[in-house]
């Protein structure tokens, strides 16, 4: 069983930055599709950064620019730096593991980010 675990959410002022960690169990991990989401409240879950095997990346509009996905095969870990941080990011990041060659997807709990004005 995968189990995703986040870390490095808080507290931020408007233009700060913060990186966000997911530490992902298993030993499949460097074959698997990694994604950050997060929900605002109100609203329904986005995409915001997928990061694949290969290392190719895609970003949310929103956050293209200001945000970088990277991950590290050898710890199994993902992260999402967050720059130039703005009110509306405000939301639960959560990271998600795809592991399409079986149909797979394990979502993390979640972790606050909460940027101020």
């Known amino acids: 069983q995968v189990q995703l675990v986040e870390s490095g959410g808080g507290l931020a002022q408007a233009g700060g930055s913060l990186r966000l960690s997911c530490a992902a169990s298993?030993?499949?991990?460097?074959?698997?599709?990694m994604g950050w989401y997060r929900q605002a409240p109100g609203k329904q879950r986005e995409l915001v950064a997928e990061?694949?095997?290969?290392?190719?990346?895609n970003y949310a509009d929103s956050v293209k620019g200001r945000f970088t996905i990277s991950r590290d095969n050898a710890k199994n870990t993902v992260y999402l730096q967050m720059s130039s941080l703005k009110p509306e990011d405000t939301a639960v990041y959560y990271c998600?593991?795809?592991?399409?060659?079986?149909?797979?997807?394990?979502w993390g709990q979640g972790t606050q980010v909460t940027v101020s004005s």
């Open positions: 998600r593991m795809g592991i399409y060659f079986k149909t797979l997807e394990y």
């Open positions: 990061i694949t095997s290969a290392g190719r990346t």
């Open positions: 298993g030993s499949i991990f460097s074959v698997a599709v």
